[in-house]
């Protein structure tokens, strides 16, 4: 079974300019998670879709951050501007259902250094 | 709320035993346990759920204690493998307000010397 695919693996960009990461989940997994994982610190949810809706952006920065899945499947996570403090990796995961009862796969992760 | 856990770091030999604690101030459904190497996705270890039974992943395994809303992840016989930062991920119920979304603690970097 394929695992979650993420690209680019790694992305270096100035401040004030704009990024765009892809994830694709594991085929039939209803929901998606985007988190931001900061060094040293544990994986913070910014979005959690269910099939194609948003369910959870609370802590999703909207004036810079935007994300979108298209057909239910594939999702994308875009950054406008680019803030120094946005640097971490960004951590797509899937799950075949919401709810805490459901394991989480997480793909490789996307760093990302804002200079 | 963020779950915390504790130590946050622990140095282990070969053979040894360590418990990672993970404690929430809100009532849990369910608690995830992932381990994440350096550079690497975190990989899922274990799911407890109120009410279901301690869970084990080859000489690890974990409890939950509801009252407390605290779980203990038990690092039995370490070996080189288990090297790595453990995260607790906790679970409220399914609401139309929660989703069921994880909170994350900040990790327990676990390192595991010959």
């Known amino acids: 079974e394929a695992g979650v695919a993420q690209s680019p693996r790694y992305k270096i960009i100035e401040k004030r300019q704009s990024v765009a990461f892809w994830c694709n989940p594991i085929?039939?997994?209803?929901?998606l998670y985007w988190y931001q994982q900061i060094l040293g610190q544990g994986p913070k949810l910014l979005i959690q879709?269910?099939?194609?809706?948003?369910?959870?952006d609370s802590q999703l920065p909207k004036d810079r951050f935007s994300a979108e899945r298209l057909k239910g499947v594939d999702s994308t996570l875009k950054i406008q501007p680019a803030k120094l403090e946005d640097s971490a990796v960004y951590l797509c995961?899937?799950?075949?259902?919401?709810?805490?009862?459901?394991?989480?796969?997480f793909g490789p992760g996307t760093r990302l250094t804002v200079l | 709320q963020q779950p915390v856990q504790s130590p946050q770091a622990v140095i282990l030999r070969e053979g040894e035993d360590a418990v990672i604690n993970c404690s929430s101030s809100?009532?849990?459904?369910?608690v995830h346990w992932y381990r994440q190497k350096h550079g690497e996705a975190p990989v899922f270890l274990m799911i407890?759920?109120?009410?279901?039974e301690q869970k084990g992943h080859e000489k690890i395994s974990a409890s939950f204690n509801e009252k407390k809303q605290q779980s203990s992840l038990y690092l039995t016989a370490s070996q080189l493998s288990y090297s790595g930062t453990y995260f607790c991920?906790?679970?409220?119920?399914?609401?139309?307000?929660?989703?069921?979304?994880?909170?994350f603690g900040a990790g327990t970097q676990v390192v595991v010397t010959p």
């Open positions: 995961a899937s799950s075949l259902a919401s709810g805490g009862a459901n394991e989480q796969f």
């Open positions: 407890l759920l109120k009410g279901g």
């Open positions: 809100k009532a849990l459904y369910s």
């Open positions: 879709f269910q099939n194609n809706g948003v369910v959870d």
């Open positions: 991920g906790t679970g409220l119920y399914l609401t139309t307000d929660s989703w069921g979304k994880l909170q």
């Open positions: 085929s039939g997994h209803a929901t």
